[in-house]
């Protein structure tokens, strides 16, 4: 008979709060992940192809609905996750209504908008399920859960009610769907339970969402140069491209995400501080940033020798202002202090714009203002890392 260590765990375990053991990202959330890498290139695809103000709008919010899907889903599986079958069916359904997404994504304001709010729907239906039976199971963390599944529910009718509603007052409805959401972990903070989130799970989890829409920024380099045919101006272009995508993955690893994260996992606060709920909705600005910058930096491979538009020009260092402002927003979150982000990395943000000023540059030039720009974040990032100024590691 095997000892009851080596026995296989049961197929169905009740959920129960796990913020006081040592994990990290699952497998599950990793094939989880994977879907919203579809989500994503079928959105900036979408803007590549309707560079106007109406399709960066359109574009913010589709990117929106989609992380803040992935946010509530990381939520609960960062408190309850048991990983246990009914768990691991409700994931897998939810990976599933992602795909849905990310195949209405490009026509979702028109010719799909059906499918893609059903395919929301069904990621709300699935997070109700999760935490009503969440509810059952764990009694201390009962008014916490509530609140969560008032935001779910009340969040999910607006969607429903959008499947009635014609012409774009159904977005009207998409976007108080999302308020009611949002506001539900910030009321959970004040007025639940107290129950804390999992603190080192949690930076990871947000870490790996980063590095996926990175991915864009990555890819963008790869089909620049395929799709001009690896001509010497736009293997330039692209060569330079990547120096700024690996410099925003030092701002945000090294430094900036290592700040906010050092903060948020040493704060002597409780829960009810906040600064978890800082962290979470700073990364919305700093994800889309970097989502913006990957259009941005196709637009100008693919244009090595001028003719892109104003806006495909301006993607780029507004996707990266974009990130910075997010960056600034995660250490001053976690922080309590806007002070905390000054003068890394917000007395950076005009200087990012300022590379992108110049009109009727080559792309090789503006793409090389940009690079050195970041560069210069990064090295002012590690100055104050080195004088103590920017806590990355205990002290």
């Not at 992940?33 to 589709?62: K, P």
């Not at 709300?124 to 969440?134: K, M, Q, T």
């Not at 999302?178 to 870490?207: K, M, Q, S, Y």
Request: proline residues 5%; glycine residues 8%.
């Amino acid at each position: 008979m095997p000892d009851a260590e080596q026995r296989p765990a049961p197929l169905i375990r009740p959920p129960r709060l796990l913020t006081d053991v040592d994990r990290a990202a699952t497998r599950l959330e990793l094939f989880f992940d994977l879907a919203y890498v579809l989500v994503i290139a079928e959105l900036a695809a979408r803007l590549t192809n309707d560079l106007t103000a109406e399709g960066v709008a359109v574009f913010a919010g589709l990117f929106t609905v989609a992380w803040w899907s992935w946010v509530t889903t990381t939520l609960y599986a960062n408190r309850f996750d048991t990983n246990d079958v009914l768990y691991r069916l409700g994931k897998l359904a939810s990976t599933a209504a992602v795909l849905g997404m990310a195949a209405s994504a490009p026509d979702a304001t028109r010719g799909t908008a059906t499918a893609f709010t059903l395919c929301y729907l069904a990621t709300r239906v699935v997070l109700f399920a999760l935490y009503a039976r969440a509810y059952r199971h764990v009694r201390d963390a009962r008014a916490t859960i509530g609140i969560y599944l008032i935001g779910a529910t009340a969040g999910a009718a607006c969607w429903l009610a959008a499947l009635a509603v014609p012409g774009d007052w159904k977005f009207l409805l998409w976007g108080c769907g999302l308020l009611l959401e949002a506001l539900a972990p910030v009321a959970a903070t004040r007025f639940g339970d107290n129950v804390p989130l999992h603190l080192e799970h949690l930076p990871e989890r947000f870490g790996l969402f980063v590095i996926l829409v990175l991915g864009e920024s990555v890819a963008s380099v790869v089909l620049g140069v395929h799709d001009t045919h690896w001509t010497t101006s736009s293997v330039l272009v692209a060569g330079v491209c990547f120096v700024a995508v690996a410099a925003l993955w030092w701002n945000y690893f090294d430094l900036g995400g290592a700040a906010g994260k050092q903060e948020l996992v040493h704060t002597d606060e409780t829960q009810e501080g906040g600064a978890a709920d800082g962290y979470v909705y700073a990364h919305l600005p700093l994800t889309l940033g970097l989502a913006a910058a990957a259009v941005g930096i196709e637009q100008l491979i693919l244009h090595p020798d001028g003719g892109v538009s104003t806006l495909g020009r301006w993607m780029l260092p507004a996707g990266a202002a974009l990130f910075l402002l997010g960056t600034a927003a995660v250490i001053a979150g976690t922080a309590r202090r806007l002070r905390a982000a000054w003068p890394w990395p917000l007395a950076a943000v005009p200087l990012v714009l300022a590379a992108g000023t110049p009109v009727g540059w080559p792309p090789a030039a503006t793409a090389g203002l940009i690079a050195a720009a970041l560069l210069a974040v990064v090295l002012a990032g590690i100055r104050e890392q080195q004088r103590g100024a920017l806590r990355t590691t205990e002290t």
